[in-house]
């Protein structure tokens, strides 16, 4: 992409008006609903935990939430038990980011299986088969970029808060949709903007960028802290908490108005039963 030309105005975070928090829902490509990252959640919370305990470098976290959202986007929620789907995009992505890894020692990690025996062999078939329909979903095609070193790049007075703020972004995006919506570099950018916003260092960065897109921008930042009110999450940079507290906020208020309704559980993996693979079309 063209750099800007001029340095450009640069709009700023507050409580009650923001870049990010007046994006307006006609931006379909950043409307996520809040439900999906109800699972999404689950997912990346079991990819971190087959990750963390395998010790396997963190971009493979990155690398199976992408596959898992690209099923996602293809296939729905309900194609796949959710956490059958996170443990073929996390045995997939593994061996992607040249790991040797075992399914087994994977699916003893997610279902809590003995290593030998019937039970171990049936969730082996049907992560197997999931991870066959997830190869037909990515056509085959498994390369994921993590531009990590363009954060750097960005940041390149090495600021602490800035940082750190913005690597950390980074990995919790991959709870959210945004890698099946917008460009990895798009993404980075735009983390280190708010980043860089919280911290007040924006002009700092300002040359740096390459997004020409405002619109874009602001809807990617928009999804990312509808994401960490999700998650409960938090920055530790108070002008952008200030800005997930209020969201935080809203959404209760919205959520007190509507009518109740009954809650089922959808696709919740258990290994009391005996597991029904999923279909290859």
């Not at 921008?217 to 999804?223: A, C, E, L, M, T």
């Not at 998650?231 to 952008?240: A, G, N, V």
Request: aromatic share 8%; hydrophobic share 45%; glycine share 4%.
């Amino acid at each position: 992409m063209a750099g800007f030309t001029e340095t450009p105005s640069w709009p700023s975070l507050s409580c009650e008006q923001s870049s990010a928090a007046a994006v307006s829902v006609s931006y379909s490509p950043f409307v996520v609903e809040m439900s999906y990252y109800t699972i999404a959640i689950q997912a990346y919370s079991m990819t971190r935990y087959v990750v963390e305990n395998l010790r396997l470098d963190s971009a493979v976290v990155g690398t199976a939430m992408t596959y898992w959202h690209i099923f996602v986007s293809v296939h729905g929620l309900k194609k796949v038990d959710e956490i059958v789907l996170s443990a073929a995009c996390t045995f997939l992505a593994s061996k992607v980011e040249h790991h040797k890894v075992r399914l087994s020692d994977i699916v003893a990690l997610v279902f809590e299986v003995d290593p030998v025996g019937g039970v171990m062999e049936s969730w082996r078939d049907v992560v197997g088969q999931a991870e066959l329909l997830l190869c037909y979903t990515l056509k085959f095609n498994f390369q994921v970029i993590h531009p990590v070193n363009r954060i750097n790049e960005l940041v390149f007075d090495g600021n602490k808060a800035v940082l750190e703020c913005a690597q950390r972004l980074f990995l919790l995006s991959f709870v959210t949709p945004l890698c099946t919506r917008a460009s990895a570099e798009e993404i980075v950018e735009a983390l280190v903007y708010l980043a860089a916003d919280g911290a007040e260092r924006l002009e700092v960065y300002a040359n740096g960028f390459n997004i020409t897109s405002s619109e874009r921008r602001d809807g990617i930042i928009s999804v990312m802290l509808d994401a960490l009110v999700a998650m409960r999450k938090t920055t530790k940079l108070p002008k952008i908490d200030n800005v997930i507290s209020a969201r935080r906020k809203r959404l209760r208020e919205q959520e007190s108005t509507r009518p109740s309704v009954a809650c089922s559980s959808v696709g919740t993996a258990s290994t009391d039963n005996t597991p029904c693979a999923p279909s290859v079309e």
